[in-house]
């Protein structure tokens, strides 16, 4: 239902690691974000713009938040076309933190963005399967948004740190050593 939809942030490193989702629900003030509230906060970032798709302050926040994790050490974000991605402000606020922006070639996502490679698909069909596992415990029920996130976040958790790291070596084309 796309009155009660909201956009999903992904992070994976190539060693395997999923960082903490982003949830932007469409609103224009805080108060949007009570529809989520019994979520944990440990579970999810929760974010909202009016457009409900990630906004410049948005991207900015999860540099930082990239940044805090690896303890501002080098790295490289891939990243789509997006036209928020490359923001002046972005490209400067990833420099200043040693983030490299690499951006993925447009229509080149699905070969080149190791999210699209091995990650969403898998993602996609365990929530699905999460999904008819609860139709299947309430037959006249349908998922809220709140279901709809608690399953996002179980789905992740089952994406095995091979399968992460698989998606980066087959779309960025390297060998990993540990």
Not at 165 to 174: K, L, P, Q, Y
């Amino acid at each position: 239902d796309p009155k009660t939809g909201y956009t999903a942030i992904f992070i994976i490193s190539a060693n395997g690691y999923f960082f903490k989702p982003t949830i932007i629900m469409k609103g224009t003030t805080s108060t949007c974000l009570n529809k989520i509230k019994i979520i944990d906060d440990y579970d999810i970032y929760k974010k909202y713009t009016k457009s409900g798709w990630i906004d410049e302050n948005i991207l900015l926040f999860l540099l930082r938040e990239i940044a805090i994790s690896i303890n501002y050490h080098n790295c490289t974000l891939i990243l789509d076309n997006y036209s928020v991605h490359k923001k002046d402000i972005i490209i400067d606020v990833a420099g200043s933190l040693n983030i490299k922006l690499i951006f993925v070639p447009p229509n080149m996502t699905p070969v080149h963005q190791p999210l699209d490679v091995k990650i969403n698909g898998p993602v996609k069909s365990i929530g699905k399967y999460l999904s008819k596992e609860l139709f299947l415990e309430e037959p006249f029920s349908t998922p809220s948004l709140c279901d709809s996130i608690l399953m996002l976040i179980e789905s992740i958790k089952r994406i095995k740190s091979k399968t992460i790291i698989d998606s980066f070596v087959t779309a960025c084309h390297f060998k990993y050593n540990d």
